[in-house]
T-cell receptor, first 114, second 114 residues
């Protein structure tokens, strides 16, 4: 069965600090997809990134970067120079093969203080 | 592209009443998903449609829940004989067909059962 664990329930940082959100996943499939979503206080889930299991290249998009390591079943998310607008709940999610449903972790609440 | 819309945004109902929620997906997306999110948790998969066909239902979807997508466009989720445990945010998402694509979420319908 697929499972996603986000061990950090809450993180609080001061603006401009770098912060890393951890995500560990479990799956028996060799083909799977990993996602990160942001849920700001307004409530709507916003898609950030999708990676497939065959592509372990790290990715950078502006202040955001993602580190995918199959050896440790981890897909961590780093925000560089955090800003107050980054305050939100961040969810890591997994889908297996041709099964389209997403399995989410419990989320990490990030608070960026001015 | 106006995004996924859901109606109503909030619903307060008394225990035992029936409620119906509507979801309008992004127009060219033929996959539609329903999730439920309770406080402090990640979204949990309920069911998904490809066009008008309901292809998977979670065991979370008891007999009191029914979902339809009659013409492959909008979808409705009905809960009969609501219980206090049904109080949650009900999220709808859509995605294009083909290999797994990211799912785009609507703003959700928050249900409160009193």
């Amino acid at each position: 069965a697929q499972k996603v664990t986000q061990a950090q329930t809450e993180i609080s940082v001061v603006e401009k600090e770098d912060v890393t959100l951890d995500c560990v996943y479990e799956t028996r499939d060799t083909t799977y997809y990993l996602f990160w979503y942001k849920q700001p206080p307004s409530g709507e889930l916003v898609f950030l990134i999708r990676r497939n299991s065959f592509d372990e290249q790290n990715e950078i998009s502006g202040r955001y970067s993602w580190n995918f390591q199959k050896s440790t079943s981890s897909f961590n998310f780093t925000i560089t120079a955090s800003q107050v607008v980054d305050s939100a709940v961040y969810f890591c999610a997994l889908s297996e093969g041709s099964n389209y449903k997403l399995t989410f972790g419990k989320g990490t609440l990030l608070t960026v203080n001015p | 592209d106006t995004g996924v819309s859901q109606d109503p945004r909030h619903k307060i109902t008394k225990r035992g009443q029936n409620v119906t929620f509507r979801c309008d997906p992004i127009s060219e997306h033929n996959r539609l998903y329903w999730y439920r999110q309770t406080l402090g948790q990640g979204p949990e998969f309920l069911t998904y449609f490809q066009n008008e066909a309901q292809l998977e239902k979670s065991r979370l979807l008891s007999d009191r829940f029914s979902a339809e997508r009659p013409k492959g466009s909008f979808s409705t989720l009905e809960i009969q004989r609501t219980e206090q445990g049904d109080s949650a945010m009900y999220l709808c998402a859509s995605s294009p067909a083909g290999l797994t694509y990211e799912q785009y979420f609507g703003p959700g319908t928050r249900l409160t059962v009193t």
